[in-house]
């Protein structure tokens, strides 16, 4: 499906493996430039030729920690023209509030959280000048299914949720559209670290990670393209009175009782 989004450029965090970078395919495969951002120089200067290879977008990168305010401000300056600016940078550490300790938490705010709400601070001015735009916020299914044993993502997630409301409440008088994505649980790298640890205290076997996707929708997470073709879709004009939302990716679970 034509989108009629290229020509545009999007810029999206995170981006070297896993939702990020499949965001970033999808944009690409509809002719759109992408800027790939993340930690590694290394992961990103793979994955962009790869995808200047099957695509022929242009791809830029540049390898930068989030967490930093100064790695932010050289992100804006570094592509100053983005037409669709994706939020996706962050980990926030699973945990009780006895588990989590204050620099953890902090750390992992300081990426996800400030990270979000810094680039977007840098990039809705531009947009709003230019009276055109889209921040797409993936945040996660953490900030509506609130959980005591993941609360330092709880909290950041809830709280990236009422701010990408907010500032989508209004963004529009100024021609710019800012919404939300919450992934459920997606099949990505981290879910397996995570799933086999699970099974390890579980079962005693972390290859068993696999057997708590059993009463999940489908019997398995989500993939990251179901994620990444929200993403872009939301990012067309197809959806130019959507904004100040938030699209929740999980296959019901969130309101379905006993979260696997």
Request: overall charge neutral; aromatic content about 6%.
């Amino acid at each position: 499906m034509d989108l009629q989004l290229a020509g545009r450029t999007a810029l999206i965090t995170g981006s070297s493996k896993g939702i990020g970078l499949s965001v970033a395919q999808w944009f690409a495969r509809e002719g759109v430039h992408v800027c790939l951002v993340a930690r590694s120089a290394e992961a990103l200067q793979k994955e962009a030729a790869a995808i200047r290879e099957t695509t022929g977008v242009k791809v830029e990168t540049l390898a930068a920690d989030l967490a930093d305010a100064a790695a932010r401000e050289r992100v804006s300056r570094t592509f100053p023209e983005v037409d669709i600016l994706v939020n996706n940078a962050g980990a926030v550490p699973g945990g009780n509030i006895h588990d989590v300790d204050e620099a953890s938490w902090r750390a992992g705010w300081d990426l996800k959280v400030f990270g979000y709400v810094g680039l977007t601070r840098q990039y809705l001015k531009e947009m709003e000048r230019r009276r055109s735009g889209v921040i797409i916020n993936i945040i996660g299914l953490g900030g509506e299914r609130l959980d005591a044993t993941y609360i330092a993502g709880a909290m950041g997630n809830a709280g990236l949720m009422a701010f990408t409301r907010a500032i989508g409440g209004t963004s529009l008088d100024n021609g710019v559209r800012v919404v939300g994505v919450n992934p459920g649980p997606v099949l990505t790298d981290r879910v397996e670290v995570l799933g086999r640890k699970r099974a390890a205290r579980l079962y005693g076997d972390e290859n068993r990670w696999k057997e708590s996707f059993a009463r999940m929708p489908h019997g398995r997470p989500a993939t990251c393209d179901e994620v990444a073709a929200m993403v872009v879709f939301l990012a067309s004009d197809l959806c130019a009175y959507v904004s100040g939302t938030i699209v929740t990716i999980d296959g019901g679970l969130a309101h379905r009782g006993g979260m696997p």
